[in-house]
């Protein structure tokens, strides 16, 4: 392995980009070059607070992108995802770009477009893929023992886990729950199906708890949805119901399911509370049911132990991918359904009708093994 000095560049410094930074320090062959923030001085504090020496600071994420950087962690709120990101792409700099990829299909469409037209990758960071049993799973849909897949139930539910802070203003994060934990179940499911085309969506959101003063402090300023659930159809006679909630009187909105003609497969979500109940990077357990010998039986799927570090892995990956010249470890071509489906799942929310989905060739598949 080369030990070429890997540089980075990180936009935006708010909370998730001191886990990048973080997760970057311990990378050999990796220097942090650059830190940019749109709040003046914000940048320059995240440096100092994270012991950066040598690493620069701006308040314009444009004079970042004039150094000689290799790849860019572009970590903003969700609805200022695509112009760091085509700027960063169309400046040669490879991008892992934070979780949703984007809120509308169209800015989804932009940044790969741009990530085609100047070779460089741009790979979403969906932390959970590196759990092994994320892996385990889609080997057992792949593996064709559940026979054709027609019927999927994906998402979760917390009891009470809203996020607050730029996560619940519709100006910066586009959309609640639907994109911040749903993008993980959507990810779970359609990963394993090898990201199917879908057709049209049918969806409705609510906002029953973040509105109100007594679940949220910051009830006023809470305009995304707390809980939304959609029918989505695909290509191939599939058909996903998803449902996620940041807040409900429930424990839980079950397991996810997948239907198939010879075998079922449930996924039950790891831990307990008020914020647990979604899936978010570990599996409580796998179960598939299916029949034996004339009777039903179920075999309890036995699960990988490990003790792998998720988010370390992400960004361990994109650098090693950068490294070694190849492909997006989790491309934004693939990402651009969910994109296509959290579109449709806000329109056809606010036209209270279904809606028809549609995304260009290019879009789906599987990833690179
Ligand atoms: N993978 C994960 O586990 C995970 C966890 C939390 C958040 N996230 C994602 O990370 C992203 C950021 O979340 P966060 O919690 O760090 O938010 P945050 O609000 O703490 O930080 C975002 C920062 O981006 C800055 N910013 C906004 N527009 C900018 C621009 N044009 N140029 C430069 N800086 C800009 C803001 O000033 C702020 O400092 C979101 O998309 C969120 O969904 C991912």
Redo the contacts with the bound molecule.
Sequence with gaps: MTTTTIRIGI???????G?HAAAYKTIPGVEIAAV????PG?AAEFVERHGLSGTLAFDD?RELLQLDLDGVSV????S??R??TVDSLEAGKHVLL???MSVTLDEGLDMVRASRRSGRMLTI???PRYDPNMKLIQDIVRSGKLGKVYYVETGGGRRRGMPG???IRKE??GAGAMA?IGCYSLDLALNALDYPKPLTVSASTFNHFGRNPVYHPEADRFDVEDFGTALIRFEGDLTLHFKISWAMHLDSLGTTNFLGTDAGLKITPFGQGNWSGVWDGKVGSIQMFHDFMGGQTMTQVPLVEHAIDL?REKVRDFVDAIREGRGAPIPGEQILIQQAIIDGVLRSAEQRAEVSVSVPDFAGGPAED
């Design positions: 936009i935006g410094s708010g909370g998730i980009a886990m940019a923030d749109a709040i914000k994420y970590c903003t709120p969700n200022a995802h112009q760091p934070e979780k949703p960071g969906f932390q802070g730029t996560f910066l994060a911040d988010f």
